[in-house]
């Protein structure tokens, strides 16, 4: 079915993409999106783009939900919220990240570890 | 199966309204429930496994041991302007007007592999073979469906707590229907890790019955050897002999 | 003072010295900690998606079971104490959401048709708040027997106590919370660039090797200053930079401490502490 992906974020989430001014600042702080195949920044601006591409990237299960970019944006947009979205338009279709029986070292892993993945990697 | 034409007395259609005259000639009171969406009508005051066959279905699934303890007569109905969803056993549920029901006479479910000497009675162990209990989300769909009463999130969730001694005795009743499997969001599925839970606790957290342990160790070392064998070799009628000689009420000893 | 507590799954399980610890250091100072009698998971994360109320649900319903309890105990200023800095950030947004977005109370409310409605008025503290404003770092400092002895200690926040800035319990990018404790302990807190960075999180369970790079760089960052030991106030960033130095150095260079054990050490109140966490801490107090 087709739909515009920010039109999208914005009923999941809330969130006005074109607010971003594309200062950067989300991934200058982002701990993780040195292993991103698109960085914050760009994810935004793919959505305004409305290219799909972007569900299907690397980068959205990277993200570890430390908020530090939501936290830096000056234009006060919940950027870890829009990854959380874009998350979640792939859990809500059965697309798992994780399976939860194959991670390694269930036993020694603190529960809450599980539960996360649980919830952020599984649909 | 056959059920419901014009000459069933069960069917809507069929001549009989409010009332049933029974072959000895009493009149019962009817109520209508829906089976699969079909409606028949029955005497009230039947189990709906009576009713079930009352109607005309001959079951070889979805019934067990007809008295409320196997979990296979698991059956799940609606009432009509209540959007609830109510559970109970076949055999022990009596039929209520307007019941909407189906039976659920199995639950796909996989039961994990395990060596039960390998593992220890820690939160851990269950969830390294089960992790998917840490998606429970707390919404309490499986308590609500269970025909047992049990509270089943607050047991997954002692799991979760590390009370895995306090989960295994709130789940005794379970009967392994699989309702609650059914309805939970996380695919949880309940009485497999119940049944592992209550394995823990019995092997190595309840009190263990040291007069048993004793028992076993005598006959393993052959106390009771000598006495069997005389008794095996005498025969029956010695046996006769002894059974009779008790319920008159005298001793043993000498013998 | 009673203080209804919540203590969340992984400190039952993974992490039991760090309740141990605190529940028994709030007990030196007259705070009797009730556990509550039905608590569920929290879930971890309160849900980030606004067109959703399954995530809250949870830490709703554990709300509600503080709110009953707490009028059955009579306590009317309802504070619940967390220890575990996730379930402090997820019950905290939770309480939040509930109290700012009235669509998602009501559908709670029609949802959790079993309990008493959330009347919005438990507070959701954590651990570090209760030492710094209800008990006061002075009065701490008073009973302090066993000074650390200006051990360098390296304070690693994480995320959760900081972010998003409507829950932080400090200022989210120059945090000085904790370092206030170790000081008043004796302790001499590093400044190091990771003090209020990511471990990674759950990122262990889909990629655990990036998890333990991350640990090495943040171990190497602190010991390159001196530290002797981590600080902090998560049980997944303590097992996450702990295991992450197993693999990657084949030991761990730096054990990592909760706040609260650290705390019961200078009291000198070592009956809240596992004996292995007390010679571990004497280990490193002592200097080697």
Redesign the interface.
Known sequence: MEYDLAEKIR????ENVYKCISCARCTAVC??AI?MDYLPHQVIHLIRLNDKKILDSKAI??C?????C??RCPRNI?V??IM??LR?INLRQRKD??K??E????????????????????G | MESGNGNNPSSLKSKEHASIETSLGATRRTVTIYVMGKGYRVPEGLTILKALEYIGYKLIRGVGCRAGFCGACTTLWVKKGDYKLYSGLACQTVVEDGMYLVQIPFVPAEKRKYDINELDPT???V??LY??I??CIGCNACTKVCPQNIQVMDAIQEI?RGNIAKAARMVFDCISCGACSLRCP?EIKHFHVFQLVRRLYGKYLAPKAKHLELRVREIADGKYEEPLSKLIEEGSERWRGLAEKLQRGESLEED | MKLLYYP???VK???TEYEKSAVGILKEFGIEVIELDRWI?C???H??????AY?TVAPIRNMIWAQEQAKKLGINDVYLLTV?S?CYNTLKIANIRYNEDENIARRIRAFIDDSPEYEGKVKVIHFMQVLKDFIGYDKIKERVVNDLNGTKLAPFYG?MLL???IVAIDN??RPTIMQELLTVLGAEPINYPYTN??C?????????E?VWK?AEEITDSALSRGAKAFVTTC??CA?NLT?GQKNAYGDVRLPVFYESELVAYALGKYEYLRQDRLELIKSIVKGD
């Open positions: 009923d999941i989430t809330g701990p993780v292993f299960w990277y570890v939900s430390c908020m530090y939501t936290e919940d870890a919220k959380e979205s979640a990240a994780v939860l029986r991670v390694k070292e269930l036993k020694e892993l603190p529960p809450m570890a599980l539960v996360a993945a649980g919830r952020k990697y599984t | 939160v851990s162990s969830l390294a992790p998917e840490a998606r979760l996380a | 969340g799954c992984t399980a993974t992490a998971c879930g971890v994360y849900g980030m998606t606004s067109d959703t995530q575990c996730m995320c972010r998003p800035s989210p990018e960075q990511c990674y999180g759950y990122l262990v369970t889909k990629n655990p990036l991350r049980p997944l097992f295991n």
